[in-house]
């Protein structure tokens, strides 16, 4: 009796996990090459750049925000970062001040967000929108290679090499999620993250600095978004003025996949990972499957679709 | 005499959670019936299982003669049972006029609204209700009070023959209270069946002619409320003996803590005071006069904008809650809802909020263990009915939630605590294990400021009364020396001059 009732809650608490492992299984099924250490590696390299975005959007959408600046912001990041390595910066520097970019423009939709209570749609909107510009104008609207110095040699293999056999975007995105992971679990800054999306005002009248939260969550998915824009322009060895168009959808799709709220306040970091890695399994499966790529759209919105009334269904059975 | 609404053996239960056992309850024409229990009894499952909301496991409800059974709110409104919910449900952003007409507009034949009549309607029970309330005016504009007439309103336009009314008085003055009185009177005379909850006992003998008292999830009583005095009608709510709702214990002279300096604040026009470690101060006055701005202001809510606080003699810059709690300031607010608890998140992360500091060093990290240690210790110390320490607040008694807001304003150990209406919404017992509570607290040293608009409440556990009048303190009682008549004259004092900007 009691058995079966642990069985039911873990199913209604798990079900972006449970989804995962039933499309793996029936994909698994289909097709014998799905499920070899090789294709799943792929699948994993290919998710680690929407992971990593999914999970700075993570503390965004807790907060109740979003931010659609993320793919403008990856971007302008990757020129900026393969001009320095063309201008054979040291590694690490180019690096740094990367991130360091990318924290700032997160920083500053933060600011409009926080300081002139500008909706968090339109403040990113306009930054997403103004990024891209800028990008444009960095770039000219060409690619920039990353150039033939030595210093291009190792950025690639920011993007391209591995590490024990692993992809090394796949290890930068382990890091990461155990990063966000102990951040929202076991610090300050997690548990106010959450209060704002619960209810601003009461995190307010609790003396916590919502402003300065509130900068701090949109830095990070600017910086995480200057980082995927580092990988994925290391893995090319170049910067398109066109990298990024449209990844916010993946990444938003990601964090409501992983059964985080969009009204902010309840969601769990693992459940993006999910999420993410729902979205790698599915466009890998539908490539194997020699769908066309226009279907392949339609098939990922109806997954989307399923899940989110699924989940949105047992939330409701379960209150 | 005809019972309008009758219920017999009815049942209902959440899971393996019985909450209403056998329930009988008959609502007859021409009468006000007062619904009493403690939080939790069962009163709301009732309700909602007569307003349709919820359905019954067991049992029977007839009501005008005829088996019902309502599948929604929606029908058991248009059969004509309204219930006003404590909780206003009123949308703010629209018009008093739409408010009361919301979902059934009047219409022409192509489905234009028809605002001349919905304006004229809305006048017409709004004057009924002696209020002089433009329909066109924003809701969220209005005070809560005026809000609860609105909601009066909507009911009596639906010609509603069953009025539910939950805690109604409990954000009204004592002179809308008189309004809302003589309301419920004509509505009688009408031959309306009326249903009062309350926890006012005072009001319940006041204007009721019925009283059925549910305790846990049983109607142990229900008769006519001549036949009844106020000890029994505990002991049947409590199921014990409940000695001096009032315990007091009178302060320990000892030094200033708290002196506040000609404070300006929005609603707030000009406040000076001083309040003792190891005290209560009492803040009396009407809804509006401004001691809730007063609290928030010197918490740092609601920034001042000229004048001083001390405390402990050391002047202190206060401009938001982060300042008020490092000046060691606890603050409980009247709002749980919107402003107290996030209902959505367990208790642990609720009480830890504002003191999360104590667990957390300058890197942050979190010392799981230790707050779960103070969290359990609160739980146990206030005896705070929870299933868990994660169990979500939403599903907490307003009395549990009530003390879950108080905990939380410890956690930072404070030197002041402001209380803002802390009893509103808690009931008999609940109450007064907060009065005991309040005096644990005032033992402890801690300076109380204490917001209420319960009178007898106010009289009872405070030390001193100050009065606010439209932003002023126009009176200041000792224990001794405060009565409710001199206070009540003091209450209205600031009225005669200017208004607050």
């Known amino acids: ?319 | 005499m005809t019972a309008l609404l009758e219920l017999r053996g009815v049942d209902k239960a959440f899971g393996s959670v019985r909450v209403l056992q056998g329930v009988d309850f008959t609502v007859e024409s021409g009468h006000v019936v007062a619904l009493a229990g403690e939080n939790g009894a069962g009163k709301s499952t009732l309700m909602k299982i007569i307003t349709g909301i919820y359905r019954r496991d067991a049992g029977s409800m007839k009501y005008r003669g005829q088996e019902a059974r309502f599948a929604n709110a929606r029908q058991s409104m248009d059969a004509g049972i309204a219930m006003i919910h404590q909780e206003l449900n009123l949308l703010p952003a629209l018009s008093v006029g739409e408010n009361i007409f919301l979902g059934r507009e009047p219409v022409d034949s192509t489905g234009r609204i028809l605002w001349g009549e919905i304006d004229r309607e809305s006048r017409h029970w709004l004057g009924q209700l002696k209020q002089n309330i433009d329909p066109r005016t924003e809701t969220g504009k209005l005070s809560i009070a005026q809000q609860q007439m609105v909601e009066i309103a909507r009911a009596l336009s639906m010609n509603a023959e069953v009025i539910i009314m939950d805690e109604p008085t409990d954000s009204l003055t004592d002179v809308e209270t008189k309004i809302l009185f003589d309301v419920v009177d004509h509505l009688r005379a009408e031959g309306k069946g009326l249903v009062f909850i309350s926890h006012r006992l005072g009001e319940i003998f006041q204007m009721c002619d019925d009283v059925a008292v549910l305790r846990d999830g049983a109607m142990v009583h229900q008769g006519p409320v001549s036949e009844i005095d106020e000890d029994t009608l505990i002991r049947h709510m409590v199921g014990r003996e409940l000695s001096d709702q009032y315990p007091f214990v009178p302060a320990v002279p000892a030094a200033v803590r708290l002196k506040v300096e000609g404070l300006v604040a929005r609603g707030v026009r000009e406040v000076s005071f001083e309040a003792r470690a190891g005290e209560v101060v009492g803040f009396a006055g009407l809804v509006g006069a401004g001691r809730t701005e007063l609290g928030k202001a010197i918490y740092g809510a609601n920034p001042a904008t000229a004048g001083t606080i001390e405390i402990d003699g050391a002047p202190m810059r206060i401009g938001t809650p982060r300042d008020g709690v490092r000046a060691g300031i606890g603050y409980v607010t009247e709002d749980r809802k919107l402003e107290g608890l996030i209902q959505s998140h367990g208790l642990r992360r609720n009480m830890s909020l504002t003191g999360l500091f104590r667990f957390s060093g300058s890197s942050g990290h979190i010392d799981k263990r230790a707050e779960r240690a103070e969290i359990t210790d609160y739980i146990n110390a206030f005896s705070i009915k929870t299933h868990g320490i994660d169990a979500v607040v939403s599903q907490l008694s307003g009395g549990n939630q009530q003390k879950v807001s108080i905990a939380k304003s410890l956690v930072p150990k404070p030197r002041i605590l402001i209380l803002d209406e802390p009893t509103r919404g808690v009931d008999v017992g609940a109450k007064r294990e907060i009065y005991t509570l309040i005096n644990e607290l005032k033992a402890q040293g801690l300076c109380i400021l204490l917001m209420s608009s319960d009178m007898p409440e106010l009289l009872g556990i405070s030390d001193r009364i100050l009065v606010m009048s439209n932003g002023l303190l126009t009176g200041s009682f000792d224990r001794g020396e405060a009565d409710q008549e001199a206070i009540m004259r003091c209450t209205v004092a600031g009225l005669t001059e200017g208004t607050v900007q």
């Open chain 1, 1 to 319: 009796m009691t058995r079966s009732f642990d069985f039911r809650t873990f199913v209604m608490e798990n079900i972006p996990l449970i989804g995962l492992i039933v499309l793996m299984a029936a994909v698994s099924l289909y097709s014998p090459n799905f499920l070899t250490v090789d294709n799943l590696l792929n699948i994993l390299r290919q998710t680690s750049i929407n992971a990593i975005i999914a999970m700075g959007m993570t503390f965004v959408i807790l907060t109740a925000g979003i931010d659609l600046s993320v793919g403008s912001i990856l971007a302008f990041a990757g020129a900026v970062c393969a001009s320095m390595i063309a201008a054979d910066t040291p590694l690490i520097v180019a690096l740094l001040t990367t991130l360091v970019i990318g924290a700032a423009l997160g920083a500053a939709s933060g600011s409009i967000i926080a300081f002139f209570g500008v909706q968090a749609f339109i403040a990113t909107l306009v930054g997403m929108t103004m990024v891209r510009g800028l990008v444009l104008v960095y770039t000219d609207g060409r690619p920039i290679s990353t150039g033939d110095f030595d210093v291009a040699n190792s950025f690639y293999e920011v993007g391209g090499g591995y590490i024990a056999g692993i992809p090394i975007p796949v290890v930068i995105a382990g890091v990461v999620f155990l990063a966000c992971w102990y951040v929202l679990n076991y610090t300050r800054l997690g548990r106010y993250v959450y209060a704002i999306g619960g209810n601003e005002q009461v995190a307010q009248l609790a003396g916590v600095n919502v402003s300065r939260v509130k900068v701090i969550v949109y830095a990070i998915s600017g910086a995480l978004s200057a980082l995927a824009g580092i990988i994925l322009t290391a893995r090319l060895e170049s910067a398109q003025p066109t990298a990024g168009l449209a990844y916010e959808l993946d990444a938003i799709a990601a964090v409501v996949l992983g059964g985080t709220s969009l009204a902010g306040g309840r969601g769990r970091i693992t459940g993006t990972l999910i999420g993410a890695l729902i979205i790698g399994v599915l466009n890998n499966a539908l490539n194997i499957m020699d769908v066309s790529s226009y279907y392949q759209m339609i098939a990922k919105g109806a997954v989307i679709l399923l899940a989110v009334v699924l989940d949105g269904r047992s939330k409701a059975t379960s209150k």
